[in-house]
């Protein structure tokens, strides 16, 4: 008997693989609204893990060449869609009263060893341009004692309180270039200083992730304190981090900082999800040379050390810098530039080592400070 032509086409797409997740599109059950119609023209929606998937034209092509060249099928229309996938707590991860922010698909951190590298330049621009592809994305700031992403950002007003019936009163996070931010910047008075120690810095984190409407959020990320301190044992011990970015100089002294904080990353089980080499060369006008300031190679032999991906090199450049002075990071000033284009790159591979280390089933589960 001849098989039906939904059988042929579903056949087909069992061939075309997400490169990523090293599975078929149906086995992964991405093939979704499959109809056909008796001129032959076929419609289905793809639903891929991310809407930042670097592979997306890729898969869709794949897909349109194996459901064309099926026997019946005249026209193959697509509809490219994505839902970002949480992977289901493991049991036993509530320990410790600790547990997932509701509604929040990944945390992923924005870490260094040493201080000044770019990491909020880094988060700012990470955050913004994952919201750019389509995500809903949130940004937390982490870092307490200096914290710069509402200037980076540009958000002036504070967050409004309100009420929910079962959490409490809730910082709602005010929204810049379509991202919720949350910072101590928006609580403190101007240049007041915060004078504190580790459990009142435990405790706020616990309600920047607990008590503020993140609502329903596919990424939100935490721009971290420079060093391997409070924040970030509190935050491991707090939430569930899907994987951490780690930012560099190329310099020895920031390398050698850095190799602390990938170590403390370990110790904590959060994924390395790759290393950013920023300020890798500067260019100046009168001449088209690279100019390697802090030295060459550093974040790719990083890399290479501790077997992880180095996610982007980015340039010192005038207009990343005053980008973060006025509050627009350089994907929405200059969103045709070459620095900008590397930070919508690296925010796609980004989503993707999110997607891959959620089905690989390796993202942290909260962890009991005292267990190493
Ligand atoms: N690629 C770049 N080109 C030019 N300026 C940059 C670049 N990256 C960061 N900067 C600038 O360098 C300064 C430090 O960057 P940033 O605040 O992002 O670092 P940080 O690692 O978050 O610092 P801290 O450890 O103090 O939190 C900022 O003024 C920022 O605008
Ligand atoms: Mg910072």
Redesign the pocket.
Known sequence: MKSSLTDRIMAALRTVKDPDLGSDLVSLDMIKDLETKPDGTVSLRVVLTTPACPMKAAIEADVRRAVGAVEGVSRVEVKMDAEVRRRAPAAGAQAGGSTHIEGVSHIIAVS?G?????????AANLATALALEGARVGLMDA?MY?P?IPT?MGVTEQPKIEQDPVRGDLFVPPVAHGVKVMSMGFLVQGDQPMIWRGPMLHSVVNQFCHKVNWGQLDYLIV?M??GTGDVQLSLAQLVPVTGAVV?TTPQEVSLQDVRKAIHMFEKVRIPIMGIVE??SWFECDSCSKKHAIFGSDGGERLAKKFATELLAQ?????Q??EG??EGRPVVIRHPGSSTAEAFRTFARKVAQQASILSRSGTTSEPIQIGRF
Do not use: A, E, F
């Open positions: 260094s040493k201080g000044g590298v770019g990491k909020s330049t880094v870092d200096g710069n980076m721009d304190p420079p930012v920023n300020m980015l340039p010192i450049q005038q990343v810098r973060g002075d």
